[in-house]
């Protein structure tokens, strides 16, 4: 018997109909003998509405009564699953974030979890009741109501696990597993079957969008086992079929790399002829994280005459702001500014390159015999990332899934 926190998405709960189909899931788990904790997105496309209406009447809008809007999405879900779970005969009450209470920092629209009630959700558990939770949501010290951000849901989740020492947390979505390159674009892309929280992060971070990046963090830092798999699939959690994020040490088999992510929302902005002294960077970054932009991957070139290149790259929703920087703010000066959306950012993952040699050869071998530019490069102990043009964004992550032996098997064995 285990101790279990299943958490179902915005699609998983679209409707009625798929919200008794979850609720026939989680009473398989339930006869099976397993404690239950459920936390529930809003019905898709509900959030998305509930924002609008803030922003129609003003976009300059008090974010804690934003959070007071958005919040409700959730707790309409968590009152309906607790209904369709006690029409099937199982005892459920639904749990809101003040009730439990998930306590979080006065941060309203993106606010942190400090800590979780426990001590009653536990006595309700060992009574055989299933505990329903809206995602996204808790509580501020000023006693008002707050939400995670977008996609918080997660870490509601993943957070209610840690504080309880569930066995496992299942996360529910609308597809079956972490794959090793987005399947719409690489068909030979297979499920992962087991991969680190480190990896995850990156893969998280890097756009493959299933997890909220905080809930991998809280993932890793309380090493609660996580779970991505379908709700539309038959099998429930306990089948273990989905992508386990487990720590480095349970993944027995390990591959160099395990996926490769892919993102086109970057732009690339070069910086011709910056004058070449100390504290040049500083004066060309400290601006641009002063007015909130996130660079991402830098290089500077080799200077000639007293003057060098500096090329970068930042959210393409960025550019604009980051532009009129480079105007009106940088403390050094330069010839002028050369900008490139067109770009698509490619990295290979996988905790196996601390260990192995020859993987980023690999990646520029392979983008060399395609005669894909490359135009910058990063890595870190478990990524190694470069930045080219969109136009060779299939081409390139075909072949690299190729060149790193990914194609058409389970890239991590159990
Ligand atoms: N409903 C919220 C959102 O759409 C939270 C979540 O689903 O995780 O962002
Ligand atoms: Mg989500």
Redesign the pocket.
Known sequence: MALLVLKF??TSVSDIERIECVADKIVRETHAGHKVVVVV??M?G???RLVGYCLEINELHDVSEYDTV?SA??QITSGLMAIALQKRGVKARSWLGWQIPIKTNNVYGKARIKSIGIEELHKHLDDGEVAVVP??QGITEESRIS??????????AVALAAALGADRCDIYTDVNGVYTADPRIVPEASKISRISYEEMLELASLGSKVL?TRSVEMGAKSGVAIQVLSSFDDEVGSALKGTLVVTEEEIVEQVIVTGIAHRQDEAKVTVIGVEDRPSVAAGLFGPLAKAAVNVDMIVQNISADGRTDMTFTINKTDLARAIKVLEEDVECSYDKVITRENVCKISVVGIGMQSHAGVANTMFNTLGEKGINIHVISTSEIKISVLIDSDYTELALRSLHTAYGLDCQESNPE
Do not use: K, M, N, W
């Open positions: 998405g915005g997105s809003a898709s509900i959030t998305d958005v999405g959730e995602g996204f939400t995670l951000g977008r996609g918080g849901s997660d870490t509601s909220q």
